[in-house]
């Protein structure tokens, strides 16, 4: 089955800097890659995915970039603000039509500070 | 405009007993999904029902069964709960074509003890 890893576990920036998360997959049939954000006691919530027919996608101050060559994607997350602090967990998948199982990193804590 | 709607929130067992997490969608959504969320393992697939009538295995399974009620719930049942079950859950759905994107519960903390 799929295998996503995520890198760093944890990430401390200061607020304005960039921000950036990669993931690697095991899976070259994957083809669906999203980005989900977790605030502390809240549910993941998608920002950001990207599929494998396109290599980058924008929205706002963020940005996914997807390398299938080499199995890797990236999250950057530009100018953060104190509000972007929270857990990030990448994930890809399939997405073959049929249930769509999203296999997730294990995340990275991202604290934006003063 | 629900969205995904898990229930209890909180809820704490004694090893051994059982219980049914409950989750409805609103969304008209054909999949929905149980993840459990442990510190550290990020989300792990428990069960996943592609579309109302089926139901199928995921990474971590053992210890579980699920239902799919109706298109709209999905339930999760733990027969015997144990001490490795203490975890956050997560249930979630998503449409088959053109999105695939999650909406996810809220989720149920469980702790057992």
């Known amino acids: 089955g799929e295998n996503v890893e995520q890198h760093p576990s944890t990430l401390s920036v200061q607020e304005g800097d960039s921000a950036v998360i990669k993931c690697t997959y095991s899976d070259s049939a994957s083809n669906y890659f999203p980005w989900y954000k977790q605030e502390l006691g809240k549910r993941p919530q998608l920002i950001i995915d990207i599929r494998s027919n396109v290599g980058e996608k924008k929205d706002q101050r963020i940005a996914v970039t997807l390398n299938k060559t080499a199995k890797h994607f990236s999250l950057h997350i530009t100018e953060t603000q104190p509000e972007d602090s929270a857990v990030y967990f990448c994930?890809?998948?399939?997405?073959?039509?049929?249930?769509?199982?999203?296999?997730f990193g294990t995340g990275t804590r991202l604290q934006v500070t003063l | 405009n629900a969205g995904v709607t898990q229930t209890p929130k909180f809820q704490v067992l004694k090893t051994g007993q059982s219980m049914t997490l409950q989750c409805a969608q609103d969304?008209?959504?054909?999949?929905m999904y149980w993840y459990r969320q442990d510190p550290g393992m990020g989300l792990r697939l428990i069960y996943y029902?592609?579309?109302?009538?089926?139901?199928d295995k995921g990474e971590v399974p053992n210890g579980y069964n699920v239902s799919r009620l109706n298109k709209r719930e999905f339930s999760l049942r733990l027969e015997s709960a144990a001490p490795s079950q203490t975890s956050v859950y997560f249930c979630?759905?998503?449409?088959?074509?053109?999105?695939?994107?999650?909406?996810f519960g809220s989720g149920t903390r469980l702790t057992v003890v």
């Open positions: 979630a759905s998503s449409a088959n074509r053109g999105s695939y994107g999650y909406t």
């Open positions: 029902s592609a579309s109302e009538g089926t139901t």
């Open positions: 969304m008209n959504h054909n999949s």
């Open positions: 994930a890809g998948s399939r997405g073959d039509g049929t249930a769509s199982k999203l296999t």
